[in-house]
């Protein structure tokens, strides 16, 4: 079974400045990726961010980068230089790697609402 | 079309009626997802399908709860006797299915209340 915990319901922070959400996960998966996920009001999840468990590098996109610690099964993201369109709900989600029991299914938290001040 | 697309985008219903929530997802991908969302909560699981074979169901909460898929295309989820508590966003996600990335692309969702 996997779980993924964001202890983190609100957050919020000035524009310009950088943000931390914490994502803490629980697998027994040898092989899965880390995602962070973003839905606006629009209700669209889009993809913020993606980690393969393998690597032991840590993913960058843009304004975006995670904190990635295996061992603490640890997943934060960052945003640099937030910006006002940053505002929204952020989730943290893993899946599987092929060959794992629940291949694809994403498990998601229950995210953090990311509130930008100008 | 270009991406996920739900219909509808919003129901309202009266409780003991069946509604029919339908998805269709982004052309050529093998593995598609319902996920509901309560109000100010997380994605749960539903169902995935990879193809038109639902490999894991574990997720629907009843037996009100169906879902089937069209060859690698559309797919419907269908509640019966709609209960209050069934009020919530479902969202509808497909990918590759492939461990090249592991990444979902979602729909807008269906917003359904039901009084």
């Known amino acids: 079974a996997q779980t993924v915990t964001q202890s983190q319901p609100e957050m919020s922070v000035q524009e310009a400045e950088t943000v931390t959400l914490s994502c803490t996960y629980d697998?027994?998966?040898?092989?899965?990726?880390l995602f962070w996920y973003k839905q606006p009001p629009s209700r669209q999840m889009i993809l913020v961010i993606r980690?393969?468990?393998?690597?032991?590098q840590n993913a960058t996109e843009n304004r975006f980068s995670v904190n990635f610690q295996k061992a603490a099964k640890s997943f934060s993201l960052k945003i640099s230089d937030s910006q006002l369109g940053d505002a929204a709900m952020y989730f943290c989600?893993?899946?599987?790697?092929?060959?794992?029991?629940?291949?694809?299914?994403?498990?998601f938290g229950q995210g953090t609402i990311l509130t930008v001040h100008p | 079309g270009a991406g996920v697309s739900q219909s509808p985008s919003n129901k309202v219903t009266e409780k003991g009626k069946d509604v029919e929530l339908r998805c269709d997802p982004i052309?050529?991908?093998?593995?598609l997802y319902w996920y509901r969302q309560r109000l100010g909560q997380g994605l749960e699981f539903l169902i995935y399908?990879?193809?038109?074979?639902?490999?894991?169901k574990s997720g629907l909460p009843s037996d009100r709860f169906s879902a089937e898929r069209t060859g690698e295309s559309v797919s419907t989820l269908t509640i019966q006797r709609t209960q209050q508590e069934d009020s919530a966003v479902y969202l509808c996600?497909?990918?590759?299915?492939?461990?090249?990335?592991?990444?979902?692309?979602f729909g807008e969702g269906s917003r359904l209340t039901v009084l």
């Open positions: 996600a497909s990918g590759w299915g492939g461990a090249n990335t592991g990444e979902l692309f």
């Open positions: 697998t027994s998966e040898s092989d899965y990726y």
């Open positions: 980690q393969e468990a393998y690597k032991q």
């Open positions: 989600a893993d899946t599987p790697g092929a060959g794992g029991t629940s291949y694809g299914k994403l498990t």
């Open positions: 052309s050529g991908h093998t593995a």
């Open positions: 399908f990879q193809g038109n074979s639902a490999p894991d």
